[in-house]
């Protein structure tokens, strides 16, 4: 137990643990195997070729050995005169062997480096082919210099015997010793080994290289959270109501939640990763957002056939739009929303400012009292009561439908608050509206139309401080009318005043008023003009056709 602890803290070190280190060692042991290999094919085939080489070497000269006359005739003759040391030493010398054997038939040497071996026999056991069978060839075996790689060629008798063949009266034996042998190999292979060596440092330097590239691009995240990163995208994707959708540069689909399936009529198992989101959900229109590179945020298109609030996001790195995600919703889905808290925010502004005004009315009531001024307190009372009374009796005749009078009656005491001399045209009218008609969406309008209104004449004096508002009925319209006393919009904003953004109050607001007027008006294809009004301010008239547009 106490060994295989620090073996096992050893290993636990040698782990790799971070995705470069993982890469590092996987391309390094790549790096090793390959080099492994070429280093035994490197040294196999020299070994091969070498060894190839120096046997025909010592076979070519064995065979210029047996071919000489002089060695032939000193041989039949028995080399009285010890011709053949002498021609086989110069030989030797001439071509770097390690010997020059000539031998009989039996084996008896005529010649040998080591003169005290002449007259002994030949040793290795390898002569059989070249006596019994006239054969050259190349053999390694073990002689008494060690082994050696050599070459036999026979020599034949100078004359013919008497059926006129000329028999095989001893051979010549070329040898090179294995141990020299290697030495060269060794000595041929410096160079390879050199090349291989730098290899192996060239490739631990690409795989540093590479480790690092692929640390950067993958933002330096590890494995592991790569993969959770992936899992909690999926379950974050499908746990978002709305349609969310990520594509490429060229507008093909990388991504696509179920939401977002379920809005293009696609089944959950349909595969969309490489389909272009044109020919998924037309209508998007990415190019102005992956053109600039800049985002966009609600805004209104057709997807579908269906009219849906689009955010648009494009995707950066380094400094480089990769592509875009898309997230969008039902147009109606959030106008149901927006309804119902339109109500909501209506019906606390009406109570916020009745109990304002009404808390201002008590403070001044109980004042007179207090000065023992009881008729003046009365006639506020009566006057106060009076006034709202008239206000919400004239709506009701003229305005049977309780949104729209609701959000005229709202406006009416906010105006009140600010000490806005608010004037409804007494002969007003707003009992025909059609069904088709949103009366929600009739309240966006007023509501933006006369709270510009009256912020356009708040900071002028208390005397022209007027807003005027007419409605009718009669015709094939309906036509609403706001006007103001204040400064007028400046001719040169005339053209950008429904714009989304652009707004005359400052850059504390985000100017989305007249904007989202122009986009209720369009979808109930209404119409508005700007004009100045008879108080010098601006007039806003808008025109809503009773008869419903025809959807082809």
């Known amino acids: ?64 050995v047996a071919r000489i006359p002089t ?71 073990v002689g008494t210099l060690g082994p050696s790689l050599r070459g036999f060629s026979p020599i034949y008798s100078p004359y013919p015997d008497e059926e006129g063949d000329t028999p095989v009266i001893g051979f010549a034996s070329v040898g090179y010793l294995t141990r020299n042998l290697h030495a060269t190999i060794r000595q041929n292979l410096q160079r390879p080994m050199l090349f291989i060596a730098a290899m192996t440092m060239l490739g631990f330097l690409c795989a540093v290289l590479i480790a690092r590239h692929l640390k950067r691009i993958t933002l330096g995240l590890e494995p592991s959270q790569i993969a959770n990163l992936y899992l909690e995208r999926g379950a974050v994707l499908e746990a978002i109501r709305e349609g969310v959708v990520a594509v490429d540069r060229q507008g093909s689909i990388r991504l696509m939640n179920r939401a977002a399936q379920g809005y293009a009529g696609l089944s959950p198992d349909d595969r969309m990763e490489g389909r272009p989101l044109d020919e998924v959900l037309p209508g998007f229109n990415l190019h102005r957002a992956m053109g600039t590179g800049e985002a966009e945020y609600d805004m209104e298109r057709t997807v579908n056939g269906l009219p849906m609030i689009i955010n648009t996001v494009p995707l950066r790195h380094g400094g480089v739009v990769k592509g875009a995600t898309v997230s969008f919703r039902r147009k109606d889905e959030l106008d149901h929303v927006a309804r119902e808290l339109a109500r909501v925010q209506q019906y606390i502004e009406m109570l916020r400012v009745q109990t304002h005004e009404y808390s201002n009315k008590l403070h001044t009531i109980g004042g007179l009292i207090q000065i023992q001024a009881y008729q003046e307190a009365l006639d506020l009372v009566v006057k106060e009561a009076t006034g709202y009374q008239d206000i919400i ?35 007003s009218s707003m009992v025909d509206v059609p069904e088709w008609i949103d009366q929600e969406a009739v309240v966006t309008i007023l509501g933006n139309l006369i709270d510009n209104a009256i912020e356009a004449v708040v900071d002028q004096p208390a005397s022209a401080r007027r807003v005027e508002l007419s409605f009718t009925d009669l015709g094939n319209e309906l036509i609403f009318e706001v006007g103001d006393s204040g400064p007028g919009i400046p001719p040169g904003r005339l053209e950008h005043v429904f714009s989304k953004g652009v707004s005359t109050k400052g850059k504390r607001r985000r100017g989305l008023g007249l904007y989202l007027v122009e986009l209720r008006l369009e979808d109930m294809n209404g119409n508005i003009t700007v004009s100045e009004s008879e108080q010098g301010g601006a007039l806003f008239t808008v025109a809503i056709p009773k008869a419903a547009r025809c959807m082809l």
């Open 1 to 64: 137990m106490e060994f295989r602890r620090p073996v096992a803290r050893l290993f636990s070190l040698l782990k790799p643990k971070t995705l470069q280190q993982h890469l590092l060692f996987m391309v390094s042991a790549l790096v090793l195997l390959q080099i492994g290999i070429s280093w035994y094919l490197v040294s196999h085939v020299t070994a091969k070729i070498l060894r190839e080489q120096v046997g025909q070497s010592a076979l070519d000269a064995a065979h210029m």
């Open 71 to 141: 060695v032939r005739q000193a041989l039949y003759a028995g080399d009285p005169d010890g011709f053949i040391q002498v021609i086989a030493e110069n030989i030797r010398h001439d071509i770097g062997a390690e010997y020059v054997v000539v031998a009989d038939t039996t084996g008896r040497r005529y010649s040998h480096p080591v003169v005290e071996r002449i007259g002994q026999y030949f040793v290795g056991g390898d002569t059989g082919p070249v006596v019994h069978e006239g054969k050259s060839y190349v053999s390694e075996a």
């Open 393 to 427: 009796r004239f709506l009701q005749q003229t305005v049977p439908h309780p949104v729209i009078a609701a959000i005229i009656l709202g406006k009416y005491s906010r105006a009140k608050e600010v000490r806005v001399d608010f004037h409804i045209d007494p002969e």
